[in-house]
């Protein structure tokens, strides 16, 4: 298998209630070398949020490996395909890969997006049949400026408003997260609506409410990027965080 394009899977974890699955759809900025001529000259945006989540990959190895859990990921990098769009989104090829050949799109497609999210699919209908609900953390990061605006947050958790266990569970890791951290600033549903175009959203559309709790963790990457004492901390608070927050949920 391609090492950049791999598959963890471990033994699940159980709950009280649920059982965990970790994803990282944005996890590095490689691309494969069939594809590398299409790059040239945008290595600057390969190292960039463009290409891929700065510290998502690292985060989601330690929670997944702290709770068990099966973990799915990819470090292709967004630009040339992005796991995290529908198959309709327009921007689930990137101004680099969408104007090449549809010949090569749908090689893409079938090598990269579509074994990734059967692969999430099949796992979580295996977890689903225990009657105990999948708890899926997708790990992202975002860039601390856009288009020359500063985002005020340092964690985002995203849901959907309609369903009640998702929101309940957000409003319970926030509340954790603030107690412990009070000089963390916690938002839900920023710097994105939970209800965007995203995988969670394509999995609710697949599981129940009573099946699926789908929950996206975003990091703010100026954490990350500090590369000092503070992403580690960040990283234990997310786990020490989580940890009580299932004891509670």
């Known amino acids: 298998m391609n090492s950049a394009h791999a598959w963890q899977k471990e033994e699940c974890t159980l709950t009280e209630r649920y059982q965990l699955i970790f994803t990282c759809e944005h996890g590095g900025n490689q691309i494969p070398e069939p594809y590398s001529s299409y790059f040239a000259g945008h290595e600057e945006e390969l190292q960039s949020h463009l290409g891929y989540d700065a510290g998502a990959l690292e985060l989601a190895k330690k929670l997944a490996k702290e709770f068990h859990a099966p973990f799915i990921h990819s470090t292709i990098s967004r630009l040339l395909i992005d796991l995290n769009r529908s198959i309709t989104h ?93 000089s963390w600033t916690i938002r839900r549903n920023y710097p994105y609506l939970g209800v965007a175009d995203g995988f969670s959203s394509h999995l609710r559309e697949i599981f129940s409410a009573k099946q699926y709790v789908g929950i996206e963790l975003e990091i703010n990457q100026k954490h990350v990027l500090d590369q000092s004492s503070q992403w580690k901390q960040v990283q234990k608070g997310i786990v020490e965080s989580l940890k009580k927050t299932l004891s509670e949920f």
């Open 90 to 182: 327009p921007d689930i090829f990137s101004f680099i890969t969408r104007d090449i050949s549809s010949a090569e799109r749908f090689k893409i497609l079938h090598t990269y997006y579509y074994p990734q999210r059967q692969q999430v699919e099949s796992t979580i209908h295996k977890l689903v049949e225990s009657q105990k609900p999948a708890l899926h953390i997708g790990v992202h990061s975002f860039t601390p400026i856009l288009n020359k605006s500063t985002r005020k947050a340092d964690i985002g958790i995203l849901y959907s408003p309609r369903r009640p266990l998702e929101k309940q569970f957000c409003h319970m890791w926030k509340s954790v997260l603030e107690t412990m951290y009070p």
